[in-house]
């Protein structure tokens, strides 16, 4: 910290060429909500829980299908056809904010290439046999 | 747009997704427990949070900043095929609380992971899950060099309502943990057994 007061006291103004404001603590230079096109809450009436896994729908097999996604919608769908994924796993895959993902996954889910299981209602418990499930699950682990 | 793959042999098995929520103070070891369980590294993923709908007010100390970024730590146990559980560290910074609430629906219960040298740092986080009848149950990390203490005075100090049990862990051991995560189960249980409607208030 003291080293680069320092620094930045002996040189005052940023070095030509050497853009050392675009490290990885000024975070990506795309700004997140930019592949949102600015949009912070998706297209789904529902907010999409974190544990909400999306499934690929078979129209995301179809080549030639919509030509306006962008490079991370098609590889939410690609992240998903492999293995359904929850909106946190494909957050930290991406490397993208949990917000962002939501929007994204939400256009695709209008676009009908991918759809969303709802995990347990909001408000609700999970019912008692699948705690009694959980509970052998993790017995049995 | 191609995304390869065209030919799927089998239909995907949707799983049915639960999850579990460690809270503590910074430092307790809430990412260590996660990892200790969890069959993937634990991940990290971040909200950022805006000026534009947030409680701004509640990014005390970070004023001059218009954006902020929290980071949750999570990591996931397949029961089966089709029932996967996620174990999801809440931040631990008191002033992201409203994160807590997005966190805290549908979950099935909470871990309260907890360090005698500093107890009070969990209380805020029992304070809570009281508060939204969230099950929980309160591990004890019991760190190298820490004074263990009976678990008799760490309820006590803790003010525990008896119904919710106190267990001794050690956040590194994969046994463990899956004690505690069986007590929160278990717990949840018997509180959905009792009375399905009272839980949810």
Same mark, same amino acid.
């Given at each position: 910290m003291s080293d680069e007061a320092e620094r930045s006291r002996r040189e005052p103004g940023p070095t030509p060429g050497h853009h050392h404001w675009f490290d990885d603590e000024a975070g990506p230079v795309v700004r997140p909500y930019a592949m949102t096109r600015g949009r912070t809450s998706a297209a789904t009436r529902h907010r999409l829980d974190l544990i909400a896994v999306v499934v690929p729908e078979p129209a995301a097999d179809d080549p030639g299908r919509d030509q306006t996604l962008s490079p991370e919608h098609v590889e939410i769908v690609e992240r998903c056809s492999e293995q359904p994924q929850s909106i946190a796993e494909l957050a930290a895959g991406l490397d993208l904010p949990v917000g962002v993902v939501r929007v994204l996954v939400g256009d695709l889910v209008e676009d009908e290439l991918v759809?969303?299981? *709802?995990?347990?209602?909001?408000?609700?418990?999970?019912?008692v046999s699948i705690l009694r499930e959980v509970i052998n699950g993790l017995r049995a682990l | 747009m191609a995304f390869g793959r065209s030919s799927r042999t089998k239909p995907?098995?949707?799983?049915?997704? %639960?999850?579990?929520?460690?809270?503590?103070?910074?430092?307790?070891?809430?990412?260590?427990?996660?990892?200790?369980?969890?069959?993937?590294?634990?991940?990290?993923?971040?909200?950022? %949070?805006?000026?534009?709908? *947030?409680?701004?007010?509640?990014?005390?100390?970070?004023?001059?900043?218009?954006?902020?970024?929290?980071?949750?730590?999570?990591?996931?146990i397949t029961? @089966?095929?089709?029932?996967?559980?996620?174990?999801?560290?809440?931040?631990?910074?008191? @002033? =992201?609380w409203f994160l807590w609430d997005e966190l805290a629906q549908g979950a099935l219960g909470a871990i309260v992971l907890a360090d005698t040298r500093r107890l009070e740092d969990s209380f805020a986080a029992i304070d809570y899950f009281e508060r939204r009848g969230i099950?929980?149950?309160?591990?004890? /990390?019991?760190?190298?060099?820490?004074?263990? =203490?009976?678990?008799?005075?760490v309820r006590g100090a803790l003010d525990l309502d008896p119904e919710v049990e106190l267990l001794m862990?050690?956040? *590194?051991?994969?046994?463990?943990?899956? /004690?505690? %995560?069986?007590?929160?189960?278990?717990?949840?249980?018997?509180?959905?057994?009792?009375?399905?409607?009272?839980?949810?208030?």
């Amino acid at each position: 910290m003291s080293d680069e007061a320092e620094r930045s006291r002996r040189e005052p103004g940023p070095t030509p060429g050497h853009h050392h404001w675009f490290d990885d603590e000024a975070g990506p230079v795309v700004r997140p909500y930019a592949m949102t096109r600015g949009r912070t809450s998706a297209a789904t009436r529902h907010r999409l829980d974190l544990i909400a896994v999306v499934v690929p729908e078979p129209a995301a097999d179809d080549p030639g299908r919509d030509q306006t996604l962008s490079p991370e919608h098609v590889e939410i769908v690609e992240r998903c056809s492999e293995q359904p994924q929850s909106i946190a796993e494909l957050a930290a895959g991406l490397d993208l904010p949990v917000g962002v993902v939501r929007v994204l996954v939400g256009d695709l889910v209008e676009d009908e290439l991918v759809h969303v299981t *709802r995990p347990v209602p909001p408000a609700e418990l999970p019912d008692v046999s699948i705690l009694r499930e959980v509970i052998n699950g993790l017995r049995a682990l | 747009m191609a995304f390869g793959r065209s030919s799927r042999t089998k239909p995907f098995v949707e799983p049915v997704t %639960l999850k579990i929520l460690v809270a503590g103070g910074f430092g307790v070891g809430k990412t260590t427990l996660v990892g200790a369980v969890s069959e993937i590294r634990p991940l990290r993923t971040e909200e950022v %949070l805006t000026e534009a709908g *947030r409680p701004v007010d509640d990014l005390h100390g970070v004023e001059t900043k218009t954006t902020t970024t929290v980071a949750m730590d999570f990591g996931r146990i397949t029961l @089966r095929e089709d029932l996967v559980l996620y174990l999801f560290g809440t931040p631990g910074q008191d @002033r =992201f609380w409203f994160l807590w609430d997005e966190l805290a629906q549908g979950a099935l219960g909470a871990i309260v992971l907890a360090d005698t040298r500093r107890l009070e740092d969990s209380f805020a986080a029992i304070d809570y899950f009281e508060r939204r009848g969230i099950p929980f149950t309160v591990a004890v /990390n019991c760190f190298e060099g820490a004074q263990r =203490f009976p678990a008799e005075s760490v309820r006590g100090a803790l003010d525990l309502d008896p119904e919710v049990e106190l267990l001794m862990c050690d956040a *590194r051991d994969r046994e463990s943990v899956k /004690n505690v %995560l069986v007590a929160v189960v278990q717990h949840a249980l018997v509180l959905a057994d009792r009375s399905p409607a009272a839980v949810t208030t």
